[in-house]
């Protein structure tokens, strides 16, 4: 039996938490803030912005995630066709698993529970989840810039698909996107087109700037072509096939001669679409993280931003698009 001055191992973990808690309050507090989007701040830790809960998370996920080698992350900056790319990989890498397209997890599973977010979910809310029991190779996703991604991962040299999308369509899904989520997450009022959109230019927008957070990516692809796969969202809607192959090969599960020839990159093609995965129930009705799946998919096109940009506004993006990439980013 336990003496009374002996401490229990529960209320040792109890003492950790509330000494992580007033640690990261200290945190907080002394990290640049600016008003936030469906928090009431945003804050900036090591040049990139997060609300508390999202910093929170990624401070935990480099406490104690350990990646594999052979694990395979999708990364990408929000809005920028994420859930397509978890589809994709996802319908790719167990294609083997479940032939029958009629009973696919794709058809009752949105994409963001069957490819989990490392910092918007699984170690979200001080969760330490149990990775090390599932089997290889493990999928994740992550939002998290390249220079504050967990040295675990960077020293595994795990394999890593980077989605890009024209910083004008990400700023638009975005704003959009957070106008929804405000009212239910946060109980505020919507955000005009012109303060977000300055918001968006300064990099104060979750996991933001946009650019650097490209940029690390693609130099990093460009560094180790091996270990990145950098995508562009207009490139996978102008031409799927071909870079659903490229993301096979990369993914190491390329597609058979055969395969091809029985269309299945076409029918991978098609269960991801969004026309397909808008229109299911479970995409429809289904909720995630307090708000329903129908989030997830707005228009799905290139080039909406036409309809919400001034020639001003996009003046603005094209020259700080030119003046961060300088000659040395990918065209968006
Ligand atoms: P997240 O950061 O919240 O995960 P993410 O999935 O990266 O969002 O991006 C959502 C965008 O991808 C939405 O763009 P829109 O607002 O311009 O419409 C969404 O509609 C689009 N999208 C979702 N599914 C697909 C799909 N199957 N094909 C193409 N675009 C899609």
């Known amino acids: 039996m336990m003496s009374s001055s002996e401490i229990s191992s529960e209320e040792l973990l109890q003492g950790e938490e ?33 609300s508390p809960d999202q910093l929170q998370a990624l401070l935990a996920c480099h406490r104690h995630f350990e990646a594999r080698h052979n694990d395979l992350l999708l990364i990408s900056t929000p809005k920028s066709g994420t859930v397509w790319l978890k589809a994709l990989a996802f319908a790719i890498v167990n294609r083997m698993h479940y032939t029958d397209y009629h009973r696919h997890p794709l058809l009752t599973n949105n994409p963001h529970h069957l490819v989990p977010f490392l910092e918007l979910s699984l170690y979200a809310n ?3 989840p149990d990775l090390a029991s599932l089997p290889s190779p493990r ?55 012109e303060e977000a959109f300055e ?12 650019w650097e957070h490209v940029l690390g990516y693609w ?64 995409n429809k009705k289904g909720t995630s993280h307090r708000v329903t799946n129908d989030v997830f998919f707005r228009k799905g096109e290139v080039g909406d931003w036409v309809n919400y ?24």
């Not at 803030?33 to 090591?46: I, L, R």
């Open 18 to 50: 509330k000494e992580r808690g007033r640690e990261f309050k200290q945190l907080l507090s002394s990290l640049p803030k600016h008003k936030g989007w469906k928090s009431s701040h945003v804050f900036q830790y090591q040049g990139f912005w997060y």
């Open 126 to 128: 001080g969760q330490v």
């Open 139 to 193: 999928m994740f996703a992550t939002h998290i810039p390249r220079p504050t991604l967990p040295e675990s991962i960077t020293e595994s040299g795990c394999r890593m698909v980077y989605l890009c999308r024209s910083p004008k369509d990400v700023f638009i899904s975005f704003w959009k996107f957070m106008n929804k989520l405000r009212p239910i997450l946060l109980g505020g009022p919507p955000i005009a087109l």
């Open 199 to 210: 918001m968006f230019c300064m990099g104060a927008s979750e996991f933001g700037p946009y």
């Open 219 to 282: 130099k990093e692809s460009l560094r180790r072509p091996e270990r990145v796969l950098f995508l562009k969202y207009e490139d996978l809607k102008g031409d799927l096939s071909s870079h659903l192959k490229r993301l096979a090969d990369f993914l190491g599960h390329p597609f058979s001669v055969e395969e091809e020839r029985e269309g299945m990159v076409e029918k991978i093609a098609k269960l991801c679409s969004f026309e397909s995965l808008s229109s299911l129930e479970v």
């Open 309 to 332: 940009l001034s020639p001003s506004m996009i003046e603005r993006l094209d020259s700080l698009t030119q003046e961060k990439f300088d000659g040395s980013g990918p065209s968006v």
